[in-house]
T-cell receptor
Framework: AQSVTQLGSHVSVSEGALVLLRCNYSSSVPPYLFWYVQYPNQGLQLLLKYTTGATLVKGINGFEAEFKKSETSFHLTKPSAHMSDAAEYFCAVRLFPGNTPLVFGKGTRLSVIA | ETGVTQTPRHLVMGMTNKKSLKCEQHLGHNAMYWYKQSAKKPLELMFVYSLEERVENNSVPSRFSPECPNSSHLFLHLHTLQPEDSALYLC??????????????FGEGSRLTVL
């Protein structure tokens, strides 16, 4: 069965510092991979996704993620954190092929310190 | 209206009440989902409807009853709930194709409190 592990339930960075949120998956074949963001009292919003092709994926708000098959990882990064980046971030996987629903990680809360 | 809309945004109910959550998607998608989000727990998939037919029910208690009258609307009927059912209930939709690559589009959620 596929699963998703997000390392660190809470990450705190200074404004302007690098953001790194870790995600590892377990799957026998490379899955489709997603990062979602959830701001307080809101639903989840897609940040970026990897399906096929280029392994470095760029998303909204300056975030990007790199699919590394050898490491079964899909870490999310942003060069310079902004106060508005404070939110909960979820990594999700979907097994290829098929219509299996997304499996979500437990989430990582990002705090940005001024 | 665009995207996925959920009503009500907040709901407080007693354990003997009957209420419903409503979700409407304006994206032309063919699949809809209910997720439960509780504090300190991962998102829990409750129900999946594809082309208006329920295709997955992850052992959800019968006090939760979904209804999908058409591809744009999804309901979650609630009755005799327990305090541990208090959570944020999220609706989502996707456009499913044979390879199943569709990402989910979420509504803003309905915050349920059971007293």
């Amino acid at each position: 069965a596929q699963s998703v592990t997000q390392l660190g339930s809470h990450v705190s960075v200074s404004e302007g510092a690098l953001v790194l949120l870790r995600c590892n998956y377990s799957s026998s074949v490379p899955p489709y991979l997603f990062w979602y963001v959830q701001y307080p009292n809101q639903g989840l919003q897609l940040l970026l996704k990897y399906t096929t092709g280029a392994t470095l994926v760029k998303g909204i708000n300056g975030f990007e993620a790199e699919f590394k098959k050898s490491e079964t990882s899909f870490h999310l990064t942003k060069p310079s954190a902004h106060m508005s980046d404070a939110a909960e971030y979820f990594c999700a996987v979907r097994l290829f092929p098929g219509n299996t629903p997304l499996v979500f990680g437990k989430g990582t809360r990002l705090s940005v310190i001024a | 209206e665009t995207g996925v809309t959920q009503t009500p945004r907040h709901l407080v109910m007693g354990m003997t009440n009957k209420k419903s959550l409503k979700c409407e998607q304006h994206l032309g998608h063919n699949a809809m989902y209910w997720y439960k989000q509780s504090a300190k727990k991962p998102l829990e998939l409750m129900f999946v409807y594809s082309l208006e037919e329920r295709v997955e029910n992850n052992s959800v208690p019968s006090r939760f009853s979904p209804e999908c009258p058409n591809s744009s609307h999804l309901f979650l009927h609630l009755h005799t709930l327990q305090p541990e059912d208090s959570a944020l209930y999220l609706c989502a939709s996707s456009q499913e194709a044979a390879v199943g690559r569709g990402e989910l589009f979420f509504g803003e959620g309905s915050r349920l409190t059971v007293l």
